[in-house]
């Protein structure tokens, strides 16, 4: 499975975003997705989770209520609806294939390459 990530860009503190992970290869309904974030000099965040049929979803406290994590298996891509951004969503996100509902990075099997969310105030 090859992932690729896309979406980011410079927003002011306040605005919306949409991240978008499509997927290559067979059976995306298969993985579980999950989208993490990374800032230099710390490990990698979990934000958000989606079982792979889309039922179930889970977010990380600092993003409730703000993130919406979404699929489209017919489209194979995982979306992260992301409102109300702060300066501390200032991240490379990464999104990421896996058999389990976690949200551990090291269960996750396939990450994409990151794509960078930077947000002024």
């Known amino acids: 499975v090859q992932l690729r990530a896309s979406g980011g860009g410079l927003v002011q503190a306040g605005d919306s975003l949409t991240l978008s992970c499509t997927a290559s290869g067979r059976a995306f309904s298969n993985y579980v997705m999950g989208w993490f974030r990374q800032t230099p000099g710390k490990e990698r965040e979990f934000v958000a989770v989606?079982?792979?049929?889309?039922?179930?979803?889970r977010y990380a406290d600092s993003v409730k209520g703000r993130g919406t994590v979404s699929r489209d298996n017919a489209k194979n891509t995982v979306y992260l609806q992301m409102n109300s951004l702060k300066p501390e969503d200032t991240a490379v996100y990464f999104c990421?294939?896996?058999?389990?509902?976690?949200?551990?990075?090291?269960?996750?099997?396939?990450w994409g390459q990151g794509t960078q969310v930077t947000v002024s105030s």
């Open positions: 990421a294939a896996g058999p389990a509902f976690t949200t551990t990075s090291r269960t996750y099997n396939y």
């Open positions: 989606i079982s792979g049929r889309g039922g179930t979803t």
